[in-house]
């Protein structure tokens, strides 16, 4: 997907098997465009933590099909729990990583 889609940089999660997983990626596509990104604060943490950037910025789509990729994503989405009773958090947990990155590529633009 990373050659398909023309991707120029992607950010992997190196905490557990990211690590394995970023090795691979780099032996099979240009090293540097494979960025490594390791987290240290709690999952659910960095999801709260980025929820109101989130709600403010971010605009999701309604005009999905069932059983799309994105329906998948945003089931995680509105599934997600802050007590931490979540089966599946990894749409939520992208989606804050995606929200701490925009914030740290262009401040400029959400000083508030």
């Known amino acids: 997907l990373i050659q398909a889609e023309k991707v120029?940089?992607?950010?992997?999660?190196?905490?557990n098997q990211g690590s394995v997983f970023i090795?691979?990626?780099r032996d099979k596509l240009d090293a540097q465009r494979i960025l490594g990104v390791k987290n240290t604060t709690n999952k659910i943490t960095r999801v709260m933590m980025q929820y109101g950037f989130i709600k403010e910025f971010f605009y999701f789509r309604d005009d999905?099909?069932?059983g799309s990729e994105y329906d998948l994503f945003m089931k995680q989405i509105l599934a997600f729990q802050k007590d931490g009773n979540n089966k599946h958090d990894d749409a939520p947990d992208a989606l804050a990583g995606l929200s701490k990155f925009i914030q740290t590529m262009t401040p400029e633009l959400?000083?508030?």
Do not use: A
Request: include cysteine; proline fraction near 0%; charge should be positive.
């Open 8 to 15: 120029d940089y992607c950010r992997v999660e190196t905490n």
């Open 23 to 25: 090795k691979m990626l």
């Open 64 to 66: 999905y099909d069932r």
């Open 110 to 112: 959400f000083n508030r």
